[in-house]
Nanobody
């Protein structure tokens, strides 16, 4: 059973930073593709970043240069460092694991496991 538990969300002013964490039980036995996704009220879920083998990272254009996805295998934790936050970054953020398939934030559908989400609110 794969469990993903996000934490680290909160409320910040524009220009501030937050680091989201995702405790991932799956890291104990494998190194799957991991992704961060977000969903704002009234909008579809969108991809933010994906990571494969702890080295191959890709980002949505809207967050490139501001967000960094990383993984600490020793601690079984996935991170999303978010800098220079903007009001449009406000959303519920989810981490997800993909056991097989093409690793990409562009396609959330194939991801097998999802966390419960953590809320990020950025005020102007």
């Amino acid at each position: 059973q794969v469990q993903l538990v996000e934490s680290g969300g909160g409320s910040v002013q524009a220009g501030g930073s937050l680091r989201l964490s995702c405790a991932a039980s799956v890291f104990a036995t494998s190194r799957p593709c991991m992704g961060w996704f977000r969903q704002a009220p009234g909008k579809e879920r969108e991809g933010v970043a994906s990571l494969y083998t702890s080295e191959i990272t890709t980002y949505a254009d809207s967050v490139k240069g501001r967000f960094t996805i990383s993984r600490d295998n020793a601690k079984n934790v996935l991170y999303l460092q978010m800098n220079n936050l903007k009001p449009e970054d406000s959303a519920m953020y989810y981490c997800a694991a993909l056991l097989r398939g093409v690793c990409s934030w562009r396609t959330p559908g194939p991801f097998d496991y999802w966390g419960q989400g953590t809320q990020v609110t950025v005020s102007s």
